[in-house]
């Protein structure tokens, strides 16, 4: 059963963030289709996962089409590459024209040439990286200060 | 020259996240120690980072006592490992009583552990699986939706 803002996301990669992210779009309703080449991967969906999965390598277009990209409303890039998520969510965003596609990076410095490449990234170093400094910024660091 | 507020901190691990930590830090006036048993990581801090590198394991508490551990106002645990973050992080906190103790956690599963085991993490996995999450809640993904 569809609910009425049912999304089609398509997720490539299914490690921790991509299962995880699987299982929870899944749960609320949206229509789910995780990419991996290693099927493996596959044993980290929930039970109750009730979107498709998809073996093979997402920088081929017959797996993106297998998925079918066309209908995606939502594109997460979620491998361990950098490149490969550059790559994949390119052919999402400027051949299959996916409305909103968002790729993991984990190199820092590629975040502002992602950028310029019309990719909207999500940089867990950098994420990280803040909350590591607020800790410290916020003072909580300082309140058992030795002297 | 110390600044009023400048703090002694510990940072294991001088990838990505230590090695931008270790410089930001650094910059803002804190009396950083970076700690990495590869030297070549050393490599990624600023020329003008101007405290201390340790070549070393950190999980011996030797290499630990000469980053001065004792000291130490703030610790972070930052390396690849979650392992290594857990032993180093516990070390400091119970051993050494550092007041501020924060380990990176691959592995969302552990941080639940951790907590119990009073290390304070921050897991990058859980935090980009938010940001995505909000991309889609937030409706964003959903403007261009493909009917």
Redesign the interface.
Known sequence: MKMK?S???IIVGCG??GS??AN??SRVG?SVVVIDADEQTFNDLSPDFSGFRVVGDATRIAILKEAKLK????F?A?THWDNVNLMVAQIARKLFHV??V?A?V???HREEIYKQLGI?T?C??S???E???M??ASG???????Q
């Open positions: 803002n999304l089609y996301i921790r963030l995880y992210l929870q779009l949206h209908q995606a409303d939502v997460f979620t409305p909103h968002l993991r984990f190199d820092p909207e999500i867990p170093t994420v990280a990286a909350m590591f400094l800790a410290v909580k660091a300082g309140e058992g200060k030795k």
